[in-house]
């Protein structure tokens, strides 16, 4: 039974120990959260889609997700020791591509006749977030955001069948983890964005000259934008 005992404490002592190893390591950057200003860099990848609302016999959808490019900068103030404010300009390529069916006219394969388009953006946007952080625990620090970001598009074709308008306004919500390294901080973040407005240019339908892809243009009533960004921050 002394025997039994006297292994069970030993077993509890370094369960206890291996415990403690695991919880008392290294803190890297220990006061790198208490500047109250301080900036960085972005770079990340994002997909972009639209939600479309058409009147028949015409229905429109973003078909598949490409994936884009993303850069920008960081800068952020501490407001306490749990809540930031923080604004990153930031520069997104990428394209959506665009399937229109008109659904009244087949081809000589019985299937509706089909519109494409390549919709290419170029997106200089400023979102505004407040980011929520946990509690550090050794060099991990999971955080929450949300905020709203503007946007301005860049690309500018007047001979496509849908055309965007300028400026954009998205709510947007997402999930990070500061990550505590030697010589900086680095946050991977995955963020979604959503269009709060319709962002549809009907006034560049006039500019059309093919007939028949003007009647694809007349046709879409609304589109509502969407973004997935995952960005790498380095702090």
Not at 40 to 66: C, H, K, Y
Not at 162 to 173: A, K, Y
Request: net charge positive.
């Amino acid at each position: 039974m002394r025997l039994r005992i006297l292994s069970i404490i030993a077993a509890l002592c370094i369960a206890t120990s291996c415990v403690a190893q695991r919880r008392y390591v290294i803190q890297h950057k220990p006061y790198i959260d208490l500047r109250p200003m301080h900036f960085g860099i972005a770079v990340g990848m994002n997909l972009q889609d639209i939600e479309f609302e058409t009147e028949a016999p015409i229905v429109s959808d973003a078909d598949r997700w490409n994936t884009g490019f993303s850069v920008g900068v960081l800068a952020d103030m501490r407001l306490s020791s749990n809540l930031n404010l923080r604004i990153v300009p930031t520069m997104h390529f990428g394209a959506k591509h665009l399937t229109l069916h008109k659904l009244d006219e087949t081809d000589t394969h019985g299937n509706p006749r089909t519109e494409t388009q390549d919709l290419k953006n170029t997106y200089l946007s400023v979102p505004v977030d407040l980011k929520f952080s946990a509690q550090r625990w050794n060099n991990i620090r999971p955080y929450m955001l949300a905020g709203v970001n503007g946007m301005v598009n860049l690309t500018n074709k007047s001979q496509e069948i849908v055309q965007l308008q300028r400026t954009d306004l998205m709510l947007e919500v997402g999930l990070g983890c500061d990550l505590y390294l030697p010589f900086f901080k680095l946050a991977p973040e995955l963020k979604f964005c959503y269009g709060l407005g319709n962002r549809i240019d009907k006034s560049h339908v006039a500019d059309i000259k093919d007939d028949y892809k003007k009647t694809y243009a007349n046709s879409i009533k609304s589109g509502h934008t969407k973004m997935i960004v995952l960005t790498f921050y380095f702090e």
